[in-house]
């Protein structure tokens, strides 16, 4: 991968200027449905006047009047109790964002974003985290380095990032219309507040965004023939001996700090696979042994008890206590 290309990518703020690039990008926020931002418009309330409302946010775009609006704070649950916040952008919003993104992500797969990272990225996810872990161990790497980042998504320093992506971008108007996301804010309880650094949870491009940023510490491990695997924030650091492990993880976090980042101490240990378990996207993987019958050597990967009782409420709540046929149906087949 050659981090600093020939050619920046010129003409990108032109490229979301077509009907048919809006109605492509309303398509996917459609589909990934969601509540509505400070403005009160709903996913419903927007297609009830779907073409002339498409119409009229292209034409803000033709006429550059198009303005970032704050984002709307809600909060979820997380496992330990916490709350994590998210930012809810307007319907609006998400559609320039979903746009953006659709131009932007081709290119950033082409040969930017390392393989080994695999979270928010198309035909990547949890099925190719697996494999790349299961291969590592395999092979002999079993010093592991388990790291967390420390409040990622609200510690991204905005100039830094702006600075990588320029790397990349030549569009003004695109790195300004960025900006302006990351500069917007948000609305809780009525009262509005600006925001120094991160991206919100919640918005749309702030995953490409996330993924832009930390490609800076993929292509360094990467340089450094370090063995990894990345999903958003959380990542594994594979090695044959504990020093090795060591020396990688010193790299990781001066690294780390030269993006304005930190590792979550609380959340971050070293793992010798041989002696130790770890848990990583909601799977325990269970050290090596040996069979009893024949001493041949086996570790086991299996879902959390958390994940099998997230799974099964999913599955309750899809599922209708209801028969699946008619009453007629049920009585024709006895």
């Known amino acids: 991968m050659n981090q600093a290309l020939k050619f920046k990518w010129h003409s990108i703020y032109g490229q979301i200027l077509f009907d048919r690039k809006l109605k492509t990008a309303w398509e996917d926020v459609e589909r990934n449905n969601g509540s509505g931002g400070i ?21 803000k775009l033709r006429r550059k009047e198009y303005k970032a609006t704050p984002v709307r704070r809600h909060y979820i649950p997380k496992k330990n ?48 985290v697996m494999q790349i872990i299961m291969a590592n161990i395999e092979q002999g790497y079993n010093y592991i380095f388990d790291a967390d980042i420390k409040g990622f998504f609200d510690n991204i320093p905005h100039k ?17 219309m960025i900006w302006s996301w ?17 991206t919100p949870q919640g918005g749309v491009i702030s995953p490409l965004l996330a993924n832009v940023y930390l490609n800076e510490l993929d292509w360094i491990l990467a340089e450094h023939n370090i063995r990894f695997v990345r999903y958003a924030d959380d990542f594994l ?3 044959k001996t504990e020093e090795d492990v060591k020396k990688a993880a010193k790299i990781t976090i001066e690294k780390l700090t030269e993006l304005g980042l930190e590792i979550a101490s609380e959340k971050t240990k070293f793992v010798d696979f041989n002696d130790d378990d770890f848990d990583f996207l909601g799977f325990t993987f269970e050290h090596w042994r040996e069979r009893k019958k024949d001493g041949k050597p086996y570790y086991i990967a299996k879902p959390k008890i958390e994940t099998w009782k997230d799974f099964r409420q999913k599955i309750k709540a899809k599922t209708k206590k209801t028969f699946t046929y008619s009453k007629k149906k049920v009585d024709k087949h006895g």
Request: proline share 4%.
């Open 81 to 128: 109790g916490d709350k994590r916040p998210l930012g809810i952008p307007t319907i609006e919003d998400r559609i320039v964002q979903q746009a953006l993104v659709n131009v932007l992500e081709p290119k950033f797969e082409n040969g930017i974003f390392h393989k080994w990272s695999c979270g928010y990225r198309p035909n990547r996810g949890a099925k190719r």
């Open 237 to 239: 650091l594979f090695a």
């Open 182 to 198: 990351l500069k917007a804010g948000y609305m809780e309880e009525g009262k509005y507040h600006r925001v120094d650094s991160g």
């Open 160 to 176: 830094k990032l702006i600075r990588i992506l320029n790397k990349y971008i030549a569009d003004g108007t695109v790195l300004d």
């Open 39 to 59: 403005d009160g418009e709903t996913i419903d309330s927007y297609h009830y006047n779907l073409k002339e409302n498409l119409e009229l946010l292209l034409q």
